[in-house]
């Protein structure tokens, strides 16, 4: 079964700081994605990744930038976090086109 | 623009009663659709895709491509439904299956 681990379920920060929400998974999948959900708004793309080291913008990618180093990590950096990034973070991932998404259970990240 | 529409935020039904929950979606070429549950508490995870064709947990959903829908279909709903419910289009092509999610549909089924 794909497991997709999200470091952190729960996490609260202060405004201006740097914070990092890590994703792992085990099956050797191409394809990660940082998304963030919100009341009303659903599931938003912030950045998706199809290869180490290869990142591409979503739909709300401003204030957020991301790292993959290694095929099995993505890592969601909010290098100046402010109060309207306080929502649910989910990351998920997919071996290919043709596969589905396999979700994590969320880091709920609140920015005082 | 690629949409994907859920009008319902939420749909309250009786125990044992038909459910649909709406989805349509805009896009010029051949998505792929998927409808995903999130169950409280719970990750969210895949339902069924409409590829596939089957049914799964009593849940079915056809793609109409002349009404731009793919509308999630039980005939009898449980308690044990309950849950937020996502309409998902993946365009397709390109070098990955990026999803665009509807805002979702929190179903209530009540005893």
């Known amino acids: 079964d794909v497991k997709v681990t999200q470091s952190s379920r729960y996490l609260v920060k202060r405004t201006g700081e740097k914070v990092f929400l890590e994703c792992v998974q085990d099956m050797d999948h191409e394809n990660m994605f940082w998304y963030r959900q919100d009341p009303g708004l659903g599931l938003r793309l912030i950045y998706f990744?199809?290869?180490?080291?290869?990142?591409e913008k979503g739909d709300i990618p401003e204030g957020y930038s991301v790292s993959r180093e290694k095929k099995e990590r993505f890592s969601l950096i909010l290098e100046s976090a402010s109060t309207n990034q306080t929502s649910m973070y989910l990351c998920?991932?997919?071996?290919?086109?043709?596969?589905?998404?396999?979700f994590g259970d969320g880091t709920r990240l609140s920015i005082l | 623009a690629q949409r994907v529409t859920q009008p319902e935020k939420l749909l309250s039904v009786f125990k044992g009663a038909p459910v649909e929950l709406k989805c349509n979606y805009s896009y010029s070429g051949s998505p792929e659709l998927f409808w995903y549950v999130q169950y409280s508490r719970q990750r969210l995870q895949l339902l069924l895709r409409h590829i596939s064709r089957e049914s799964i947990k009593g849940f079915t959903a056809d793609l109409n491509k002349g009404e731009t829908s793919f509308h999630l279909k039980k005939p009898f709903a449980q308690e044990e439904d309950s849950a937020m419910y996502y309409c998902?289009?993946?365009?397709?092509?390109?070098?990955?299956?990026?999803?665009?999610f509807g805002t979702g549909t929190l179903l209530a089924v009540q005893p």
């Open positions: 998902a289009l993946s365009p397709g092509g390109g070098a990955t299956n990026k999803l665009i």
């Open positions: 990744s199809y290869d180490v080291k290869m990142k």
């Open positions: 998920a991932s997919s071996s290919s086109l043709v596969r589905p998404q396999h």
